[in-house]
């Protein structure tokens, strides 16, 4: 509960009702998307690196900020879901096909796909942008996709007025082995990189770099552990739930903040910095 010193500000919000610790409702016209974590051995020693695209500057949503490789689930994901074990218009399972999808897409690098070599995947990043089903090039090739590969560990559901609404299920994994250069989908980004979470918090907070909120704080929670297997036992020990960030009146100054007790070291930030950022 709020305490008694802090008030809530709700004028922002799409629903003003919601308490700030209850598990929130996933907002009406929300869009179902998903965003994939993927973590390598850094080739300096210390923590993992992790694969970072920067958003074009024309994107209607997050222009120009770091995030990671993602995107909205498209209706084919639930149909790959499906013949991947899924029940029938799982969420779980197309976000799971999304988030690999979508990776593949925007990054070049094929995760969880081992039957697809280096030198045959330009063609079928190209059969993806260029409308091919993943559902068809897989059953051509008769082959699957690992989505058990995946470590679920959160999902965000910002939900302001003046944004898009996504509820991304975000999901971590360990790189593939890959010899082939990286390259964006210049639609959509303008730069692809490897650093670890520290160095890319590092670039936000010298203002090289711009980080949206939820970024910044999955990559605050990142920065806690050391490679992908001490990650994924860090996720295992919380919850899932719907993060809905609200706002709050703190001595006269709004702060944007999200639940605790989800495995975040940071669970509020100044709304001016955060709208900043």
Not at 231 to 255: N, S
Request: proline share 8%.
């Amino acid at each position: 509960m709020t305490s008694a010193g802090t008030r809530r500000i709700a004028w922002i919000m799409n629903d003003s009702t919601l308490r700030p610790h209850a598990s929130p409702p996933v907002p009406e016209g929300a869009i179902p998307a998903a965003t994939l974590v993927i973590m390598r051995p850094s080739d300096h020693g210390g923590p993992d690196e992790i694969l970072m695209v920067k958003r074009a500057t024309n994107m209607a949503f997050a222009a120009g900020a770091l995030v990671f490789p993602g995107g909205r689930i498209d209706p084919d994901d639930y149909l790959v879901a499906e013949r991947h074990g899924f029940a029938p218009h799982d969420p779980e399972g197309a976000a799971r096909v999304a988030a690999l999808r979508e990776t593949i897409e925007e990054t070049g690098l094929a995760v969880g796909w081992d039957g697809l070599r280096d030198r045959e995947i330009a063609a079928v990043r190209r059969a993806l942008l260029g409308g091919t089903l993943l559902s068809d090039i897989l059953a051509s090739r008769d082959e699957r996709i690992a989505l058990d590969a995946l470590v679920p560990f959160a999902r965000w559901c910002p939900n302001f007025k003046e944004a898009r609404t996504f509820d991304t299920r975000f999901y971590a994994v360990p790189a593939p082995t890959h010899g082939h250069e990286l390259t964006v989908e210049e639609a959509e980004h303008s730069q692809i990189f490897w650093a670890s979470a520290h160095a890319t918090l590092a670039m936000a907070e010298r203002g090289e770099a711009s980080v949206i909120f939820p970024t910044r704080r999955n990559l605050e929670r990142l920065a806690q552990r050391t490679d992908f297997e001490d990650f994924a036992r860090h996720a295992g020990e919380y919850p899932i739930e719907l993060i809905t960030p609200w706002i709050e009146d703190r001595g006269g100054r709004p702060y944007l903040c999200i639940p605790e007790g989800l495995g975040y070291p940071v669970t509020s930030e100044a709304f001016e910095r955060a709208r900043r950022s």
